[in-house]
């Protein structure tokens, strides 16, 4: 089996001529407009980056490398007694463009569990921290501080060539995932369990298997698939949303892997992200208490229109750049329908009621462009089934996914020599005089 390092080695060149001859033959071709309406509204739908890993389909939703969730599935090795995709096959898929081979994704998982323990001071830091700071806050702490040992910062600071540096935002990239559930699993253990003893990373399990054990449910193995699938299918959701982009401006100033994807955490950490799968969840439980036993479309109808109503968002629902239902929901909707006991847990059977009901109530309320659930309306309930019940934590989960594509990114914008990124902003003054103009 050949290495990830030796795989990228190959592709590199031909993506650097790609982009070489995109920018000298088509330097001037123009995508799109850029209007006031831009500016002033989030970029939304603005052609403004490059991003090699995935792009997303308004109607059809994510593809990794032209790969949907379901090709992915098919293809991608999962792990020994498995049956769901595992991070170490999607992270070689964002990476190199190719489909890994068992022999390949097994070396992959290895190579993460030995260097998977973290650094006693990483260990001291997080210790230290109050069971009361949010986990996310944490998590981004502790993964700044992991570049006390960046092999890219101390080989800049040595003076090495340009086209040196994706070696080595590769070698942080790799050092980084592979701590990820040691750190995660860790926050986890002080805020809920203080005290208890925590494993070691096993040599010979997969990232997630790890990272399940070090959180106490190594025994359970729907859990763990669930996860497998869940940070495989979180890992990338192509450039511009919010933890992605961040990652990615931080990385052009070359502040290393660690800092850049620290930055992005904290964008994953605000509501409108990656938080929501925090904010559903709790949202879910007070609708279910409020409605007891009376869980009727109609109930949950006038609980929607509640929420609007109070001028909040229905989390879970809406979407940046999607027009239709998440696929990503939908693959996690399908875990629960292939297992009758999910099927049957009450929270699970909300989130599906719904989904029933809210999109309709959406496209009445007449303000969101997209009515359909995002990834989020459906991760949270499963891990509440499986005692998981501790859903401050749950962004945390998605932190430890996302690492895989703003890494791959940030390996990928070395290697193609990408500049630091500078938009050009506009005052309102300044935009009335263009218009005149
Ligand atoms: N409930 C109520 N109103 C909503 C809404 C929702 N779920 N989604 C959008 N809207 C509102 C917006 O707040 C906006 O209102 P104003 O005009 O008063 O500002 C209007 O509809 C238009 O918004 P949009 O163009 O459809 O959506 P945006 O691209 O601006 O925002 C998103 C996208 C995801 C932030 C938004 O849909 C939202 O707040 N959803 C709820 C939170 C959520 O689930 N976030 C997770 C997204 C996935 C992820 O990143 O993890």
């Known amino acids: 089996p050949q290495t990830v390092r030796e795989v990228l080695e190959e592709v590199v060149p031909k993506k650097q001529l790609q982009l070489k001859q995109l920018k000298t033959e088509h330097g001037q071709a123009v995508l799109g407009d850029v209007k006031v309406e831009h500016v002033v509204g989030g970029m939304r739908g603005l052609k403004a980056m490059l991003w090699e890993a995935s792009v997303l389909d308004p109607i059809e939703g994510i593809r990794f490398h032209g790969l949907s969730i379901a090709d992915c599935q098919k293809v991608l090795p999962a792990a020994p007694g498995g049956k769901e995709i595992i991070a170490e096959s999607m992270l070689w898929l964002l990476l190199t463009g190719k489909i890994p081979t068992e022999a390949e994704t097994r070396q992959l998982s290895r190579e993460l569990a030995e260097k998977g323990e973290l650094p006693e001071y990483i260990e001291k830091l997080v ?14 702490m502790g993964v700044a501080a992991l570049n006390h040992d960046s092999k890219f910062q101390q080989a800049y600071e040595r003076g090495i060539k340009k086209s040196e540096y994706w070696t080595y935002a590769l070698e942080d990239s790799l050092d980084l995932l592979a701590k ?41 193995h729907d859990l763990t698939e669930y996860l497998r699938l869940y940070i495989a299918i979180h890992g990338d959701h192509e450039g511009g949303n919010a933890s992605a982009h961040t990652s990615h401006l931080v990385g052009s100033t070359l502040a290393d892997p660690y800092l850049a994807y620290a930055a992005g955490l904290y964008a994953l950490a605000g509501p409108l992200h990656g938080l929501a799968n925090q904010e559903v969840l709790r949202w879910q439980m007070n609708m279910q208490k409020e409605l007891g036993g009376n869980i009727t479309h109609e109930s949950i109808k006038e609980f929607l229109w509640k929420t609007l109503k109070s001028g909040q968002v229905v989390p879970g629902y809406g979407h940046g750049v999607l027009r239709n239902p998440d696929p990503r929901f939908m693959a996690l909707q399908q875990f629960c329908d292939t297992r009758p006991e999910l099927l049957e847990d009450p929270i699970v059977q909300l989130v599906k009621k719904t989904y029933e009901v809210a999109p309709a109530v959406l496209k009445e309320h007449g303000k969101t462009k997209n009515p359909y659930p995002n990834v989020d309306a459906a991760s949270g309930c499963v891990l509440y089934h499986y005692g998981l019940t501790q859903f401050k934590y749950y962004t945390v989960i998605f932190g430890v996914s996302r690492a895989l594509g703003c890494l791959t990114q940030y390996v990928w914008s070395r290697a193609l020599g990408l500049p630091i990124e500078r938009p050009k902003s506009l005052s309102m003054d300044a935009i009335e005089k263009l218009i005149k103009q």
């Open 127 to 140: 210790d230290s921290l109050p069971s009361t700071l949010h986990p996310m806050t944490q998590l981004g």
């Open 180 to 220: 990820l559930p040691a750190l995660a699993a860790r926050i986890y253990r002080n805020i809920y369990n203080p005290g208890k003893p925590l494993p070691k990373v096993n040599k010979d399990l997969d990232l997630v298997g790890n990272y399940v054990n070090m959180l106490g449910y190594g025994d359970n």
